[in-house]
């Protein structure tokens, strides 16, 4: 054998165990997860209360985690809604236990809230591990037709009541910086406990609207989508609507 093949050989046989080891490493951390997690159970913490698409969204993934999860373990939901989304965060933050047991599902603009330095937040956004989401979550103004506009130039003719949960919330943060900036007429009603406390809202006829996912309406109240009941005035998002391409 000459030189220059015994020389490839050796690398391949190199590469060869490399990988196996990689193999193994891998598995046994694979392993060493599973255990961890045997027998335990994993807290879902939702930044709103009960109701609102928040929840719906944690009781689509988790079965799913649940079932590709090492060591699968239990599932618990804890609805911590308040402040715009920042108790939640704050408790993720400060006191939750960093080890995996903890599971958070926050607000798309709690990062904004920090960077806003919002009064009562507790939290760096950035030290949080962000570990994805399950859709193209797209945010918007939606009000219902009994309101009588359809448009945002409508909305800065007449007055809207929206609902909010809180002054850290998008709910709030954006048609408030929409009446400063672009001369809406949003009246921003605060207080209610997330956004199932504003559906209700709504439902009552307390308010007309709000800002937030704008998906959650067709799992929500899919018969105001069907009965042709809301409207979109806007979509807050890096690009359109599929579903409401005009607004």
């Not at 490399?18 to 598995?27: E, G, M, Q, R």
């Not at 719906?56 to 989304?85: E, R, T, W």
């Not at 998008?170 to 001369?183: D, E």
Request: hydrophobic share 40%; proline share 4%; no cysteine.
């Amino acid at each position: 054998m000459t030189e220059a093949k015994t020389t490839r050989l050796g690398a391949v046989l190199g590469l060869a165990g490399a990988l196996a080891l990689s193999a193994t490493i891998h598995a046994a951390k694979a392993d060493a997860v599973a255990d961890f997690y045997h027998g335990k159970t994993v807290t879902i913490v939702i930044a709103a209360g009960p109701g609102g698409g928040h929840s719906a969204y944690s009781l689509l993934i988790g079965p799913y985690l649940q079932k590709h999860m090492p060591g699968h373990p239990n599932f618990v939901i804890q609805h911590m809604g308040g402040a715009g989304g920042t108790k939640a965060a704050n408790y993720l933050y400060n006191t939750a236990p960093r080890d995996g047991t903890y599971i958070g599902i926050l607000l798309s603009d709690t990062p904004l809230t920090a960077r806003l330095r919002t009064t009562g937040v507790k939290y760096k956004p950035g030290e949080f591990s962000f570990i994805g989401s399950a859709g193209n979550v797209r945010n918007g103004l939606v009000v219902r037709k009994r309101a009588g506009v359809s448009s945002i130039a409508d909305a800065k003719k007449k007055s809207v009541i929206v609902g909010s949960s809180g002054k850290g919330s998008q709910t709030f943060i954006v048609p408030t910086l929409m009446n400063a900036f672009i001369g809406t007429k949003f009246r921003v009603v605060t207080g209610y406990r997330g956004m199932g406390g504003i559906y209700l809202a709504i439902d009552r006829g307390e308010a007309d609207g709000f800002h937030a996912t704008i998906s959650s309406v067709k799992v929500l109240r899919s018969d105001w989508v069907k009965n042709d009941q809301v409207r979109v005035l806007a979509v807050t998002a890096l690009d359109k609507s599929p579903d409401y391409p005009n607004a």
